[in-house]
């Protein structure tokens, strides 16, 4: 469903350039769980943010990036927007949750009412609230949840608008054992049920050997099923 | 409807959080707006109320305002009525003389007004104004009381120094003063009112009366009162609008700093929403539509409150109609209203453009995302200086773009200048800790620190420019005339009445000749002068000789600076001065210095000749005197008919052509002080919030509290030093100016005017760093800042 084709990415700050990632092939397929670990500073979020459309990779002729068979063209800002929407949702180690608004209002809010009716989202936002067993808390201000509790929210509200593939910067780097292992079942039930697939950037190795399909990325090069 | 949705479920519930920022851009806006919006008010009804009184303000259609009176003149008049040329004429005078009010005495021009009941009398606004008086009260002139029938409130039919200086006006029955009128005004009724006709007949009159024109002698008609006007209209939107753009300026300032630190407060907002698919797009028209409600609201208030505004301004240029609203204003406040949603809307817009480029993995990692692309201020600079120029076309006149274009230029030079200042200071070495800390902190925001010194330096100038220049330039003139004038009295008496001057007092004693003339050799136009003898005794007060020699030195006359200057004559030049048959010639020995006060006095000594020895047509005696007004005696002063003039009178007299401008300058100074504490409220609340971190870091370091507030009072006292400085050199710099330009004399800086400064940029600049303060003592410890995460 999305391929990246000769993807590298140079970063340049001042008169140093440091390539983060050199060529890279990468697929992602529907229903697939894929667990990508790697040293710090080897371009996992880097790859998950060219994958996510969040970041645009070095420009190359051979470099291509297709959803659903469809060329990604980098420089039209709308076009990005339109495939984010449609089909991605994200989950990162700090939630990014607005702290002003309360629990349902931030899962409310990416939802397009266009596409979705309010009432329904409503009601659809309360059903997975329950599902991550915060229904009684919804209309919480999120600085009185706890940390596994914020990021189950975050959950949710990546999940609102049904997307195909859920990207996971390390969702449960902030967060004790226990809580991690909520948070990885909720994710792959999540997945399960709305057949998207799951990618999940992480540094523990036992989230990381749960994955379908395990990746190390290295020296900006990727390895798949090592 | 996306947009909708997220106003209503996100921005609108940021208010209250943001309350203080949008707070500060309210009040600007209205401040802002209520300025702006006054003015186009103001110029509309100035002009109206001058068109419907162009004739009466010129008397007639046509005046001629001559310093003698001309027999030919009146006889030619007489004859043109009766041939039918012109419908009628007035014959009227004008006086220098005083006014008794509350036991002081104040200079008034007297005009004769045959209107007029003999008890009664009409002032002029300015003369009404300053001495606060009101219909019916009581006046005394030349020791006669009088009830004000009517208070001019433009200058009508008078002579051009009675319109500057203010005037009364009396019955001629009731003048017997015992001095010639300074101006003869002859006011002509066309009979058609035709422009091109009235204008064919000044022309003809300029033809007709050329011999007797001096060149003191002056024509108007109706046009050129409608000119004047003009420019007195343009000089008073030239202030008005310097004033507002300072405003304009600085309000924009607290505004797009406010704006910018609400979008900065938010990065996190944003990009979780944009992370959460949210269209740039939407996030940022909710955010626009945010800002929108809040200018929309300050608008509103300003147009209201410009009324007000407007009412006042009017008022202080004597134009005292009660209610300026009208349909008109109404819908040229409605325009304005419109025009200046416009430039907010597009200041706005290049601001918004930081949501679009705000880049989100970026802000989750922690990198700061630039607050301020050069290309934004860029921008905002082209987007002000479109602005001003679209302001102009509203107000009417392109004197409004030429006075922000300046206000523009001296801001930006004032505001290089202490970037400049700033940054030398702040890279003097320093081995203390703390110095060295806050210079390199001062150095990163100079740009800032800069905007601070400015608005306090405006602040406080234009708190010495309403309420201390006048006695400033009071102060400069009276020392010009102090230092060159040896008198600082001067009477006129009638030569068959008693006076006899104090003795202990210096004084000098002439015998003079009111009636006597002479020839320019310019043009050889008949001159009316004042001869003047005296006696070596009694000449005890000593002219000041600017070249040539003194009175009792060689044979001569001695003439006027101003006289001399006027007429094209230097010593030695031969002057022929005669009285009725009499004439007698003299060679110019001197030239005296009179800063022209009766710059037509010729002086001599006793020496006799044809004129000094027509003992008869000496009928007057004028003293100069140096010394308080209570020494002169109450009998003295109480000798009707004699005029004493106190040259210290001529000050206020002369100030009260600056009157409407200064209480202008009082009321606009009010209000930049009121946007100079906003902008550095605003300032210092912005370094609050970004300092927070910083503060948190530095205590977390485990450097106490005190280090903090040694840094704090270091900044401030860097930048009350360098805004004292400037304030001062600004404010010497424009009096200078003023003081020059209008009195030609160099303005006297008074060391308590230096103390004010000192005290006004230091009182302010501790209530906006007090303010700091208190966030250090109770925020500094806060070290959950120190967590990247929420």
Redesign the interface.
Known sequence: MIKLEHISKTFKTGSTSQKVLDNVNFQINDNDFITIKGPSGCGK?TLL?ITSL??SPDHDIRSALYYDDFKVNFKK??QL?SL??HN?G?V??????????SVL?NV???V???IIPRRDAIEKAKLLLTKVGLREKKNFK?SLLSGGE?QRVSIV??LM?DPKVLFCDEPTG?LDKETSSEILELLLEFSKENNSALVIVTHDNDIWMSGKRKVILEGGRLIENP | ??TL??FT??NL??FK?SKILYFFICISVTIATCMALSVPVIINTMTTASEKSQKRINGADIKIEMNYKSQNVCDKLDSLVDSGVIKNYTYKQAYNASIHHQKNDYYIDLVTEDNLADNEATVSSTTAEKLNLHLKDKISVLGENYTIKSIDDLNFGVSSQASQLGYVKLNSKNISIDTKPYAHLYLINAKSDSSSKIKSLKAQLKKDFKKDFNSNCLISSTEDVAKENAEKINSTVLIINMLNTIVFLFTLFAIISCLNMILSLRN??I???K??????KNIKNAFLLEFFSTTTLGIILGAILSNKISFLMLKYNGITSKNTFSINSALTIFVGCILFEIIYILYGFTLAKKI?HL???AV??GDEPATFKRRHGFSMILITIISMFVYSIYVGTITAFISSVIIFIVLLLLFVVSILLIYILSSIPLSWKCGNYTFKKIKSRKCSNALVVVSLVFMSSFILFGFRLPQGLTDSYSKGLNDTLPYNHIAFVSAKKDFNPIKKITYSKFDVNFDCTTIDPSNNSLVPVIFAKTSEENYGLKYKIKSGVNLFEGSGVLISDVFAKDHNLNLRDNLTISYNDISASFKIKGIYVSKNINPTIILSDNTSNVLTDAKESFSKEMYLMNCDSATITAEAKSLKGAMFLNISDLNDALLSLLDGYVKMLRLLSIICIIVAIIFGLNICQLFSIKDGKEYAIIRGLGLTKGFLTCSNALELIQIDFISSVLSIAFYYTVSTLLSTNLFKETFVFSVFDGFLIILLNTLIAFIIFSKRQIHIQKKSNDFTLLK???
Do not use: H, V, W
Request: hydrophobic share 40%; charged share 25%.
């Open positions: 979020s943010g969040l970041l800002e709308k927007e984010r929407m991605i994200m990162f180690q700090s939630t990014n949750l607005i702290s002003s608004l209002e409310l809010l990416p397009d009412y266009k999120i914020a509200r990546a608008n902030a | 409807m996306r949705n997220i479920s996100y519930k940021q959080s996190k907002d990009a979780a929403m992370l959460s698919n949210i269209p740039s679009k880049k989100p993995l989750i990692k990247d995460y929420d």
